[in-house]
DNA sequence: GTATTTTAATTTGCACGCAAAGTATTTGCA
DNA sequence: TGCAAATACTTTGCGTGCAAATTAAAATAC
């Protein structure tokens, strides 16, 4: 029976697609009260761990498109969140410096995962784990050179 | 320590980001060969299912947005794959009518789920029913209407 | 020491995902 | 019957995600 892969309640992706779409939506209201879409939250995440990386640097953190990561970058540079200087060094790099503003709103998301765990009654720790460690091992399979 | 639960290497919402990403970006060259994007495929695999069904009833099958469905209808029906025609007994509703090529890419399309398969090489089939149940209920907490 | 290649980032064009506003129909109800 | 509310979709505006083309600077080759 060839055909009953293409069944719709069988596919890891469908699946995927949508769990990753009702987390974005999780978060959009929480981000909105601190005025971050949810890939500019990602970027805070990575920034809030190590400031003054490269754009290069950021993408492997973030796994966000390198470009659209340059117009992420730019309407945060708007929101003076942050800034882009030419590396002295490698006048093609960039660096990314958190301004004091940036710095400051992590204390504003401190509570954002809280409100986002909250909404998981079904899941404990430990099936986040083992869901954590299934999430990497189809990421590590996708992304392999070999094919 | 509050701060902990901000490291991005920690979050569930950003490995699935990472891991929906990853398989639409694994699917877009084999769909690119029967030109389908990656929610046309979604919305293909609903009506091989069942078709002359409505749009309200599609959104419910796919998890697509409403706004962006109707956005990819006009374009499949652009490609000839399908209609969308008035429902007689309701015309607020449109039904669904697949083409006879919408109906025969079907068997284009049947050995797809085969080329993404032989991606996983962590991943047996019970490492996958077992993802599929958590991110089920992922999807389930998040969407509950009571928070 | 200049030409070629590589690396780092930006730009462009297209297709969503989503909230909010808008447009028809139909239903419910006084 | 007539009119407000509900339902089913569509439209609009913004922010990505991604491939492909482009620009700029550094590394390497010759």
Chains 1, 2 share one sequence.
């Not at 909105?32 to 970027?43: D, F, G």
């Not at 986002?116 to 399979?141: G, P, R, T, W």
């Amino acid at each position: 029976m060839p055909f009953e892969q293409l069944k719709l309640e069988n596919q890891l992706c469908h699946r995927l697609y949508m769990a990753s779409n009702s987390i974005t939506r999780a978060y959009r209201e929480p981000l909105a009260k601190i005025n971050l879409t949810y890939p500019q939250y990602i970027v805070m995440m990575a920034l809030w761990e190590q400031d003054q990386i490269t754009i290069a640097k950021l993408i492997e953190k973030t796994a966000i498109d390198g470009g659209a990561l340059t117009q992420i970058l730019k309407k945060m540079t708007e929101k003076k969140l942050l800034s882009v200087v030419k590396d002295k060094q490698d006048q093609r790099k960039r660096l990314i410096q958190l301004s004091t503003s940036g710095q400051a709103l992590k204390l504003n998301a401190a509570d954002i995962p809280k409100q986002i765990h909250c909404k998981f009654e079904s899941i404990d720790s430990e099936k986040a784990l083992q869901l954590l460690a299934s999430l990497d091992l189809v990421i590590k399979d996708l992304n392999e050179p070999t094919q």
